[in-house]
């Protein structure tokens, strides 16, 4: 199994390389100042120039919707970034948005037409991606987010990673939709984490990620494996009204405040292989197409559970061995 995670790194980190390491020439970066101001990195998109900066402080609010004109005829307007944005090693100090509502009521919301990387960078407020469009690569790998961010309604359609980030803040991801491989091995989630109505396209991971606050997987919908595997949740637990075509993999895992499994569909399998669970457990009114793996379940000593009504899709009752 270990084997297999570092294949998976190693496929990944090569998979995420060229957004991170774009050629220089005919590349906007600044070789001159250690602090960038947001305003100067605007126009550099407005001109249609890649941008490129390294161990750089980034300061004032950066709003990458305001690349675009904001087309005051309609509800919602779009801003284009048509060009690949490169930042390693940068500190944010202040928010970074791809949406935003002017005084008018119009909503600018950003489609990122080529790859984006943030890699090992720090954002130190507030970062909001909300219905953005990544139609290249997205990469956030061992990134530090020290305040809320949302990319609810983001839509990511080829790979994307955030892969040793550390979210110190909320995190939602409700309506995103992930349509490549998603990577969030070894990922820190240290508040509230939801993921409501959110839809994984292609396997997803993450495997050996802590799981701090409260963490709600519901209305998701997953045709590929979503694998959990080593994963720590310290908090309450939900995975509900879903449908995981794929099977969903929490093996391995520790759950030191609970599970609830509940309602949901599973038309491969759910495995809990060696799971480590404490607390209240409530599991019920799911429906399987084969045999859930509840082998070498160890319990706490605060561990309950409420049992019921789970069955085969050929109406066989299970007979849980939790």
Known sequence: MKNIY?????LATAFFTTACNAPNSGYANDNKDSVIKAEKIIKWLKSGKNVVLKNKTISGNLDFSKAYPVNKNIQVSSAYVNTELNFINCVFEDSVSAYNTDKDGVVSVTIFERNVCFLNCEFSKGVVFK????RGRANFDQCQFRGPVSFDGANFRTGTSF???NFHGEVSF???VFNGRTNFL??????????????FNDYTMFADSYFYGYTEFSKVYAPCTVDFTNAKFLGRSLFTNSTYVGGLKINKCEFKQGLS??????MRTLEMFRA????AVIYKNNIFVSEPNFSEIQHGDNYTIDNSNN???QQTILKSTL
């Not at 499994?261 to 599973?266: E, G």
């Open 6 to 10: 570092l294949a998976f790194i190693i």
């Open 131 to 134: 219905q953005s469009d990544f």
């Open 163 to 165: 892969c040793s980030s």
């Open 174 to 176: 409700v309506s995103a």
């Open 186 to 199: 070894k990922t820190f989630f240290r508040e509230t984490l939801m993921c409501q109505f959110t839809r």
């Open 261 to 266: 499994i509940i309602d949901n569909m599973f």
């Open 276 to 279: 480590s669970i404490d607390g």
């Open 311 to 313: 069955s085969l899709i």
